[in-house]
């Protein structure tokens, strides 16, 4: 399936970028999972902070690029030519990383802190030090994430009604595995699942900066379990939006012979 590049397009390469955030996001579970499994965390101190910062580069990733993909839409439906030939893919790139990983890397150096979470097998944000650079990291966060949501709708908007007045939008580019249309069905999907998968660390940033009380066991296992269980929902909004890829991803699971029975 690699090797036949579907997101080789100049349009898809955020959605690499997405893929990788989601990556990370899952990338230290054998950490928690060992922990989980003697009920205790298991690698110290600095492993709890390099745990804390890797998971965080990928979730706050996640929700950037998610966002991103909505801006790429708009920017690539009304100005296809001048948006490609700028370098605009590589822009938005640099700057989704830029801002996820000064969001992780900050509790490295004292903008907030990672500590052990409530459950003891696995590392976070500390939701409860009540100090000035604790509280102001929940407020960046909470800040710049619901503005991007907002503008994320707004480019939205303008890529759905780019598209909807361009009957090309509904072909496929020479080679494409998507159309425009599709992307902007997959990028709205995106934006949907990653809301409902950090929607719980919004909560809990909201909540630590309202209220003082101690944070229960349950409660603190359920951000980073939504968010590690809506990596698995993504592949579906692409399977659903092009049966190229459908046929091509059910393959990697052993439906090859299947699939090109069906064809």
């Not at 900066?209 to 990596?231: D, G, I, Q, R």
Request: hydrophobic share 50%; glycine share 8%; with cysteine.
């Amino acid at each position: 399936m690699l090797r036949k590049n579907p997101l080789s397009d100049s349009r898809h390469k955020l959605h690499v970028q997405f893929a990788i955030a989601n990556t990370l996001v899952v990338a230290c579970c054998p950490f928690s999972g060992s922990s989980a499994f003697v009920g205790s965390w298991l690698f110290g101190e600095a492993g709890c902070r390099l745990y804390g910062a890797e998971s965080y580069a990928g979730g706050m990733g996640v929700a950037t690029f998610a966002f991103l993909l909505c801006v790429q839409r708009a920017l690539s439906t009304a100005y296809p030519d001048q948006y490609a030939q700028s370098g605009g893919p590589g822009v938005l790139c640099f700057l989704g990383w830029a801002y996820s990983l000064t969001i992780a890397i900050g509790p490295l150096f004292g903008w907030n802190s990672y500590i052990i979470e409530t459950a003891g097998t696995a590392c976070g944000l500390d939701w409860l030090t009540s100090d000035a650079s604790h509280r102001s990291l929940f407020m960046v966060i909470l800040l710049v994430n619901s503005t991007t949501f907002l503008l994320a709708l707004l480019a939205l908007r303008s890529a759905f009604s780019s598209t909807a007045v361009s009957p090309a939008s509904k072909a496929p580019h020479s080679d494409a595995w998507f159309t425009d249309a599709q992307l902007n069905w997959i990028a709205a999907a995106n934006l949907a699942i990653s809301s409902i998968g950090f929607g719980p660390y919004a909560f809990f940033a909201l909540w630590t900066l309202l209220n003082h009380c101690k944070m229960t066991m349950v409660a603190s296992v359920v951000p980073p379990l939504a968010a590690k269980m809506s990596t698995m929902l993504y592949p579906i909004a692409y399977m659903v939006a092009s049966k190229r890829f459908r046929d091509e991803f059910l393959s990697i699971s052993g439906d090859a012979e299947v699939n090109k029975k069906a064809s």
